[in-house]
């Protein structure tokens, strides 16, 4: 009896898990950095599967942070490999606190979450797998006080 209601629980997750999909998400990564040290050659990588020519993409990061990271802001590599090997790169400087050195995003006791927007869109000119790649760009190596590190790929609507 339990194998069945096990079964059928697991059965209805599943089935509202994949219900609830946004069909126009690409991609959704989380990974943890470990002992809170990102190196230069650790990378956060994921591939996107696009159907159709020239859809555009947008780009979300999720960072979360120590609160006595050492500084306001992090400059991040992007970096775009299209189905035909051709690669993009983009620099991004992503702002972490204000003017006053608050911090951007939610605090939870010493860890600080931020989502913000990488790009407005890209458009993917080809149908294909396409690859994407965060890193940090920053001098320090390895970076210290980052927690989490990941994105959010969405296929924009018309």
Not at 72 to 87: A, C, D, S, W
Not at 99 to 123: D, M, V
Request: glycine share 6%; proline share 3%.
């Amino acid at each position: 009896m339990r194998k069945l209601v096990f079964s059928l629980s697991l059965g209805l997750f599943v089935s509202l898990t994949a219900c609830n999909r946004d069909p126009n998400q690409l991609a959704q990564v989380f990974e943890s950095i470990e002992d809170e040290k990102w190196n230069w050659n650790q990378r956060v990588s994921h591939e996107l599967v696009v159907t159709e020519p020239n859809k555009k993409v947008q780009i979300t990061l999720q960072l979360r942070h120590a609160d006595d990271y050492a500084y306001e802001n992090l400059y991040l590599m992007l970096r775009l490999k299209q189905p035909n090997g051709r690669i993009q790169r983009f620099r991004v400087s992503l702002q972490l606190a204000d003017e006053n050195g608050q911090w951007l995003g939610k605090t939870s006791g010493a860890t600080i979450t931020l989502r913000s927007r990488l790009t407005s869109y890209w458009t993917l000119p080809m149908a294909g797998t396409y690859t994407l790649e965060i890193e940090q760009n920053m001098r320090d190596n390895p970076l210290l006080g980052i927690e989490d590190v990941g994105f959010e790929a969405k296929l924009m609507s018309k």
